[in-house]
């Protein structure tokens, strides 16, 4: 510390010990040899240009990591005592420059800066600044830095006293409580205050004597710090506010003692509030002050929440509620509101089983239970012989709810909910099943604060009582037990789902009827069926959630298929008939319904499909061809429903069937132009060779459409003489003709239709039929694409060529290698694209390197004669990616005897020119094409490749019978 600071300091604050006095060091003497001042002094010159450097520092700037190290280090070299000119800038220093000033003190400051900021600290305030302020000085001081958080702890400032506490908090030892004790005994509030705060961090004897006695204090701010602080000491301070709360009430420390006691019951989960503490509290309860009777309440509410007191009166519930809400839903004001708000909210919650948003809500709800003989919630109801047939065992999530009711109960029929009745055994052994899972045996969760919903809530209700248990979480600990247990009973008791209540209407007796049934029939397959039957006897009237629930336990029945009749299956297509609208959500009944036996059940679906409106219609008749099997849309390709017949010429074509050849042949005599353009393209996809012929016949007399329908069949039927009639189609004059014979030519696997693509591609470079050309070429494959490209390479167009170098490097033709290495050098737009597909090529990647034209001129004159699988086998060396390939297992035509190795590589690797570079090999050895990896590529979509590979070269070894 400067000696003109140590003076101004020792003649404004008091100096010795005792009652939070100021200790300051002694005035530094000059040593022998010393600098003059005005020597020592930094230059107005270097003062501003220092100012300047820090400006940049700033919190509002935000360097941070190596730039701020740089600059602090370049401040070191620049400024002789950066630290000093730090501190003097300090002292004029708004919060934001402050920040920036302090990083400069810690880098260069030490002991005697640390002295000068604890006076700067206790004589200007600094806003957010002040715990930085505060921290700088103590990592400074080291050893004596508690000592000055103490002094500071005592400071006129606020920000200073706060910001001295939270960092002593953790520094505070055993040896400090001395002191901490007699600060709290100050009578200044702010002193006594953040003292007592700090005792919470020293558990001791002597601390809860001193925090006790602050309890009892009038001033609520020392009373309500020093309940936080015993709070801190945890269950250690428990036996001494319970011997508080079990003497009569003296003073408002019985209120907080009672609340701390209650508060410290939730947070550890044992019964800390005994009922001989209950007349105390309860004439509390009858105070005229608000305070006494929340606090007071707060902790009747746990005694009366884990008894057996089923009147509600033993505890006052109703008076109980009514007390918290004075705070929860106050009309005024209430004393200490921040300490009891949140505790009594959820202690409120919990004891009443309501969660409800504001203080109105509260009101409005209270008006309403409140005179009403109110009685809360229990921690857990014994159950016995004779009550358990008036329980009901209850499970509510977001969804659905499902009860469990003994057979002295009213069965009710509501939507949403799954109601079981259990005969008294089986309902007494669930709920014990679940206590031991930890249901109503343990401690509640507390309710989270904000607008969580449950994740589910167990509850248990006998008359008017009512247990429960919440669930905040998916991670609940009762979860899996409540899965288990309740599932299994609802799997054996579904049938009581489905009692029809216009047939059965007396629930009772239809229940017992329904166990005397199961007592007699042990057999699970007759079971099944009589849960079939009650099942589709009680569709009519289920509401559609139930529905959904119905038609999970249909379809869950074993062998389904072979239960259902022809009747089942007319009664659902009856069903289905009736109702006023028939959506997608009615749909699986559909198909249930077509699992029946014979022709009338599939054809009601089909006539309910066709009667829904068309865009609805086609999805439905689309759905319902997907599970009838060919067969069935054998016979629906001769419906006399239009849209009927048309689907299904569409899907026997998805299903490959042959035997719709005659058939679809027949269909090209109709006179409907629809009915003969999908017979014609149903006969494409399904390749007919037998269909040739006829099409080529047929083509002059086919319409426009037809006609290009007909190219396009052709050209997936294929064959020697379909190429010219394709060719011809080239020529003409309507570009949708040209476009459907580029497409056409694009189906067809021969030579002379790539040329003819290839002509048409670089023919017409640039607009619409060429670019469809170039498209249907990469569907060709490189293995018929390459030999047709390659002549063009010699066009005259510089823009042909172009097109031509870039579609061959695609397709991983290396020959392009050269006219990619002259777009890297000529720059503009393709150099990038040009590094990115010699990289598929050689498997050197360029792209990160500062000059990529040097690095693939160099690597290309080295490597430009040797093959493209040791530049493969390099690349797959620099990756890092071990294997026993060779060059002999790489020769182009050398067979599928590295596919196993190299659909590895091709699956194992994510860099996406590898991938491209092994797909080249697994063609060029292979001879066979199975597509491509573009950049983003699926992975199912590489998997696929591989497993096409792999089933190639498994049908050959098995063939060669390997």
């Known amino acids: 510390m400067s000696w003109i600071a140590t003076l101004v300091l020792a003649g404004l604050l008091p100096q010795g010990q005792g009652q939070g006095r100021l200790i300051l060091p002694p005035v530094k003497k000059p040593e ?85 900021l604890l006076y700067i600290a206790l004589t200007k305030p600094y806003g957010s600044a002040t715990r930085e302020v505060l921290s700088t000085m103590a990592a400074l001081l080291q050893g004596d830095a508690r000592e000055a958080l103490f002094q500071c702890l005592a400071a006129s400032i606020p920000g200073v006293q706060r910001a001295a506490r939270e960092l002593l908090q953790g520094q505070l030892v055993a040896e400090d409580l001395p002191r901490l004790l007699e600060l709290a005994g100050d009578r200044r509030t702010e002193v006594a205050g953040p003292a007592m705060e700090l005792l919470g961090v020293l558990p001791s004897p002597q601390a809860r004597e001193c925090l006790l006695r602050g309890l009892r204090s009038t001033d609520v701010v020392l ?34 003692a009672a609340f701390a006691l209650a ?33 007071a309440a707060y902790a009747l509410s746990g005694i009366a929440f884990r008894s057996d007191d089923t009147e509600g009166k033993a505890w006052q519930d109703e008076a109980l509620v009514e007390a918290m809400l004075q705070v929860v839903a106050p009309r005024g004001f209430v004393a200490n509101f921040a300490l009891l708000d949140l505790p009594l909210r959820q202690r409120l919650e ?50 659905l709810t499902v009860r469990f009711r003994g057979p002295a ?37 507390l309710p989270p604060p904000g607008d969580i919903q449950p994740h589910f809530v167990v509850s248990l209700e006998l008359g008017r009582v009512q247990a429960r248990y919440t669930a905040w979480s998916e991670q609940d600990r009762l979860l899996p037990t409540l899965e288990r247990e309740l599932a299994a009973v609802a799997q054996g ?166 035997r719709a050849v005659p058939i679809l042949l027949k269909a090209l005599d109709e006179e409907d132009p629809e009915v003969v353009r999908t017979a014609v393209f149903s006969l494409g996809r399904l390749r007919a060779a037998e269909a040739r012929p006829v099409l080529l016949a047929r083509l002059p007399a086919f319409d426009e459409a037809s006609r290009r329908t007909a190219w396009i069949a ?32 694009g189906e067809v696997r021969d030579p002379r239709a790539a040329q003819l693509l290839a002509y048409v591609f670089t023919a017409r470079v ?35 060529r172009r097109e031509v170098v870039l579609l061959l490097a695609e397709l991983g033709d290396p020959e392009v290698i050269e006219d990619l290495l002259q777009m890297v050098d000529q720059g503009g737009g393709d150099a990038g694209r040009a590094v990115r597909l010699i990289a598929g090529l050689t498997g050197v990647n360029a792209g990160g390197a500062p000059d990529p034209v040097r690095v693939l001129r160099e690597w290309w004159v080295k490597n430009r004669d040797v093959p493209q699988a040791q530049w493969y086998l390099a690349a797959l060396r620099k990756a890092g990616i071990d294997t026993r390939l060779g060059l002999e297992q790489l020769r182009p035509r050398s067979g599928v005897g590295a596919v196993t190795e190299l659909t590895r590589i091709l699956l194992a690797t994510q860099d996406e020119p590898l991938r491209a570079l092994t797909l080249t090999m697994l063609r060029d050895t292979t001879e066979q094409d199975f597509g491509g990896v573009q950049a983003g590529s699926p992975e199912a979509a590489v998997q696929a490749i591989a497993e096409r590979y792999r089933f190639h070269a498994d049908s050959l070894k098995a063939a060669d019978g390997k």
């Not at 920036?100 to 880098?107: I, P």
């Not at 710090?225 to 019985?254: K, M, Q, S, Y």
């Not at 052709?714 to 580029?742: H, K, N, T, Y």
């Open 409 to 445: 109960l009213r069965l009710d029929d509501k939507p949403g909910v799954l109601d079981f009745v259990l005969e008294p055994p089986e309902l007494l052994a669930l709920v014990a099943r679940l206590e031991q899972g930890g249901f109503l045996r343990t401690p509640p969760a």
């Open 32 to 116: 022998p040899g010393a600098q003059p001042a005005q020597e020592r002094n930094a230059s107005q010159e270097e003062v501003q240009s220092f100012l300047a450097e820090a400006a940049r520092l700033r919190r509002s700037v935000g360097m941070a990591g190596p730039a701020l190290e740089l600059h602090l280090q370049r401040m070191g070299e620049r400024f002789r005592q950066p630290a000093q000119l730090a501190l003097e800038a300090l002292r004029k220093a708004d919060a934001d420059l402050a920040f920036g000033l302090l990083k400069v003190v810690q880098r260069f400051g030490a002991a005697d800066e640390g002295r000068e």
């Open 223 to 256: 009373a309500q710090t020093a309940c936080n602080a015993l709070l801190a000491h945890g269950l250690e301070a428990a036996p001494d506010l319970a011997a508080i709360v079990a003497a009569p009430a003296r003073d408002r420390g019985f209120g907080y």
């Open 350 to 399: 919990l004891f009443t089983g309501e969660r409800l948003a504001g203080a109105e809500a509260w009101r409005e709800w209270w008006k309403v239970r409140k005179g009403g003989g109110f009685l809360g919630l229990r921690q857990r109801i014994e159950l016995s012989e004779a009550t358990v047939p008036m329980a009901v065992l209850g499970v509510r999530s977001e969804r």
């Open 714 to 745: 052709l050209g997936r039927i294929g064959g020697a003489e379909v190429v010219p009639v394709l060719q011809a189609a080239l020529s003409q004059p309507a570009a949708e003709d040209r476009m459907a014979a580029v497409q056409a030519l």
């Open 493 to 658: 008791q579904r049938w009581q789902l489905y009692r029809n209540p216009k047939r059965d209407g007396d629930a009772l007796a239809w229940w017992r009827e329904g166990k005397a049934w199961l007592a007699q029939n042990q057999d699970p397959a007759v079971r099944a069926r009589r849960l079939k039957e009650l099942i589709l006897g009680a569709l009519p009237e289920l509401t559609p959630g139930r529905r959904a629930t119905a038609h999970a336990h249909l379809v869950a029945i074993p062998d389904l298929a072979s239960l259902l009749t022809e009747q089942d299956g007319e009664a659902i297509a009856a069903w289905l008939a009736s109702l006023p609208k028939v959506d997608d959500a009615v749909l699986p009944w559909v198909e249930v319904a077509i699992l029946a036996p014979g022709d009338r059940v599939w054809r009601a679906m089909l006539d309910l499909a066709a009667a829904q409106g068309e865009n609805a219609a086609r999805a439905w008749v689309a759905r319902l061809f997907g599970l009838l099997g060919a067969d069935k849309v054998l016979a629906c390709m001769a419906d006399p429903r239009r849209r009927i017949r048309l689907q299904a010429m569409d899907e026997i074509a998805n299903l490959k069937d042959l």
């Open 263 to 295: 508060l410290l019951e939730d947070r550890h989960g044992k019964p800390l509030v005994t009922e001989a503490m209950a007349p105390n509290l309860l004439r509390e309860l009858q105070t005229p002050d608000t305070f006494a009777q929340a606090t």
């Open 766 to 800: 640039g607009d619409e039929v060429g670019s469809l050309a170039g498209l249907f070429l990469r569907r060709q494959g490189a293995l018929l694409a390459r030999p047709a490209l390659r002549p063009f390479l010699r066009a005259n167009n510089p823009q042909v």
